[in-house]
């Protein structure tokens, strides 16, 4: 009996890999796409993209033509294609409005950008692609089952860009360049008003304030010594237990001792 099942097994096998070479050789769609099928439902999908890939061109306009590329898109997904995937799924919203499908494939393709999306050190293209079509997805299907996750996506990508704008601002500071970080750093503050890295923000900017007064010809270190002095308040406005307020007192020490020479 257990040999009769071994042999009835390899029987099976090497009987699938037979039907799906034959598909792949006939010039038969119909068949084609029956095979494919047989494949995506088995899970084998690398199997079930290179037969979708020869029907496709040809099959728009046919019967079956919805199932085949939902089939097609999913198939893509599933094999981490995210770009091809995005793609599909875009043409299958596109090409099938009325479809019971039409919100799952609006809502992948935009989730393939947000897969494809990097760290935030890198550049943000993909990411601010994942960002406007998944805001497109949430205001077209605003009481979509897949809201939740949506706006889940949401948050993670513009915690990336916000990241990525708030260490490109920060990246002054660490070069020595403080009056271009003071810029940068504001101009994050007031693009980012929100961003949970306004503390952090406003840290560099004191700091960057400080350290330019400290390095300013003495026409200009009044002037500059009172403006580190205004970014230490703003600091300690944001947050007066600030994870910096050590490190702030002591600048804040010294910028004072430092305008003394001033008022004499």
């Known amino acids: 009996m257990k040999k009769f099942f071994i042999f009835f097994t390899i029987v099976l096998i090497f009987s699938s890999c037979s039907e799906y070479q034959k598909a792949m050789k006939s010039e038969d769609v119909a068949k084609k796409f029956a095979v494919a099928e047989k494949q995506y439902d088995k899970k084998k999908y690398d199997k079930a993209i290179r037969l979708y890939e020869q029907i496709a061109p040809v099959y728009k306009g046919k019967p079956q033509a919805e199932k085949m590329f939902y089939s097609y898109s999913q198939s893509l997904y599933k094999t981490k294609q995210y770009y091809l995937a995005g793609y599909q799924f875009e043409s299958f919203a596109s090409s099938y409005p009325k479809s019971e499908k039409v919100e799952e494939a609006a809502f992948l393709g935009a989730k393939c950008f947000s897969e494809l999306s990097p760290r935030y050190s890198l550049d943000q293209t993909d990411t601010d692609k994942a960002t406007t079509k998944m805001q497109e997805f949430i205001d077209t299907y605003p009481t979509s089952a897949y809201l939740t996750e949506a706006n889940a996506v ?23 360049d403080y009056k271009a970080a003071q810029i940068a750093l504001d101009n994050f503050i007031s693009d980012f008003p929100g961003t949970p890295y306004k503390e952090d923000a406003l840290y560099y900017k004191l700091d960057s ?18 403006v580190a002095k205004t970014a230490y308040q703003g600091l300690v406005k944001f947050n007066a237990s600030s994870k910096f307020k050590r490190n702030a007192d002591e600048m804040l020490a010294n910028i004072d001792k430092d305008l003394q020479q001033f008022s004499k």
């Open 154 to 176: 949401m948050k993670v990508m513009k915690d990336k860009i916000e990241k990525k704008y708030f260490e490109n601002a920060k990246q002054y500071n660490t070069i020595a």
């Open 209 to 226: 304030a400080y350290k330019l007064a400290l390095n300013s010809v003495p026409q200009k270190m009044q002037e500059r010594l009172m």
